[in-house]
């Protein structure tokens, strides 16, 4: 692992995930090996890598989707590892999964809904419905069709606006941008800044590494499932490696 | 005309019935995956419970409305128990063990029960039908054409308490937030995890409400037929879930629609031909449909974007 210019780049100090020598295996395939990160309060995270390096399989483990084959996950410092998933989301964690995710014979509004299936606070809950609506204006047009009719685009707001709903601290994203016209992926990438400045943590996986290391503040590039380097955002963007293998330069 | 009349009659009376148990199927089948072969079974044992309460009530005077409802209580109430049962230490240990285990092991509660039901120690029963006590006296509710047609008044109940549960069923899961989880579960239970639904939890509830289902069915076939026997589950149970297929695995209208067509259709066949066909009936309806409609009546083929 090499760090890139870590020298003059500063995370803020509060950890909120921190993942220690994780390991993810289906069966006798490895999927990730030895993997430790950790996302700060208030940062953008972003995990790049080609296909099938163990992004899709990090998250999951990290959202109790999966329960790891070895390390240790803490989320505010408190163990979480092989929680779960219901549990982590009371826990502040919200997973928009690969492949989005949503349920096709549910409405938008259903969908929406189940969101914040946990939430007991209706007048807050209103208020995000009401705010996520202002982020996707496109999803309050789209209200009562079922959520399958929509587009791969709308389809994509929707599951970030679900995620959104549960008011989580830490934010899992695998893949938004994946086959979205460019000017959806512009739109997507500025609501989600606009969501971290709101306070929202992000751990964000993406094979779009140009949009991923702009928005974060720190990035993970993961090969064949180990940390190949790490750095800031930036920095990994000037780093020739990274631009000869991720950026197509 | 007065034969085609009866024989609708009789066949929706059947076949409301089947829904009731279809339901079970389908449901199950909706959140797992899973055809639960024992549901028949369950069926049976709800029987069974409502023929024991049915005579205890006998023995202390007979039949009012309200002991009817509670041997309809009591049965949906033991099979909603049964249900958890065997949900929680059958199947839910094998929910991420390939589907055939489960399978296999379903088939095999069917005939531990079915079989361990003839047995004749403790509170087994044997193998001998018993008749169901006439908890509902059995009167014309309505004759038609001359006498020729009769509506029987215990028809008239069968009908209003299946469509009943199957109106709270539908607006459980359409209207209610309970039935939302269900359906997000239905469809991927692992994302339904992700917004903090507690799956195994729906799932059992979901056992307990399609066992509770036959349970009522049981009580309803044994009002009809007064016969009851161990193997009676494994019968009408094969039969319902037929109607379940033929109206698409894990659809709720299409179970309903496709055991009132079974319900219909083997009432006419019998009705005109032999009784002996009655059985062939249902799976020579079956094979139709899924030659023509392999998804059945109201299955989708779903494309999902990716
Ligand atoms: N359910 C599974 N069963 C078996 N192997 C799997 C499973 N899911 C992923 N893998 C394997 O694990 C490795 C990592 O997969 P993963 O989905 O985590 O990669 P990824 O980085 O998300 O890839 P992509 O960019 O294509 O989404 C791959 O070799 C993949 O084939
Ligand atoms: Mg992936």
Known sequence: MSGVGSAGSERPAELLLECQGLHVAYGAIQAVRG???????????????????????????????????????????????????????????????????????LTVEENLGLGAWLRTDADGVAADEAWVLSLFPRLKERWAAAAGTLSG??????????????????????????GLAPQVIQLIFRILADVNGKGVSILLVEQNAHLALNLAGHAYVLETGEVAMEGAGKALLQSEDVRRAYLGE | ?????????????????????????????????????????????????????????????????????????????ACAAVGWLIERFAYRPLREKPKLTALITA??????VSYGFQMDWGFLPGPNPRAFPEVIRRQPWLTLLDGEVTLWNWQVISFAVALGLMAGLQYLVFRTRFGRAMRAVSHDHRTAALLGIHTDRVIAVTFMLGSALAAGAGILFAIKDVKIEPLMGTQQGLKAFVAAVIGGIGNVPGAVVGAVLLGLVEEFVVGYTASSWRDAVAFGFLILVLLLRPEGLFGRVTAEKV
């Open chain 2, 107 to 112: 088939i095999g509660i069917s005939f531990a």
């Open chain 1, 153 to 178: 685009g709308e389809q994509q707001m929707l599951a970030i606006s679900r995620a959104l709903m549960s008011r989580p601290r830490l934010l899992l994203l695998d893949e938004p941008s994946l």
């Open chain 1, 35 to 105: 993997v430790s990160l950790s996302v700060r309060k208030g940062e953008v995270v972003a995990l790049i890598g080609r296909n099938g390096a163990g992004k899709t399989s990090l998250l999951r483990a990290v959202s109790g989707m999966l329960r790891p084959a070895d390390g240790r996950i803490t989320l505010e410092g408190k163990d979480i590892t092989g929680m779960p998933s219901h549990l982590l989301v009371a826990r502040g964690m919200a997973h928009a999964p690969e492949g989005r995710g949503i349920f096709p014979n």
């Open chain 2, 1 to 77: 005309m007065s034969d085609f009349l009866q024989h609708v009659i009789n066949g929706l009376s059947a076949g409301t019935i089947y829904a009731l148990v279809a339901l079970g199927y389908t449901m199950v089948y909706g959140v797992l995956k899973l055809i639960n072969f024992a549901h028949g079974d369950v069926m049976m044992m709800g029987t069974y419970v409502g023929y024991a309460s049915a005579l205890q009530f006998k023995q202390r005077g007979g039949f009012g409305m309200a002991s009817v409802l509670a041997i309809f209580f009591l049965s949906m109430a």
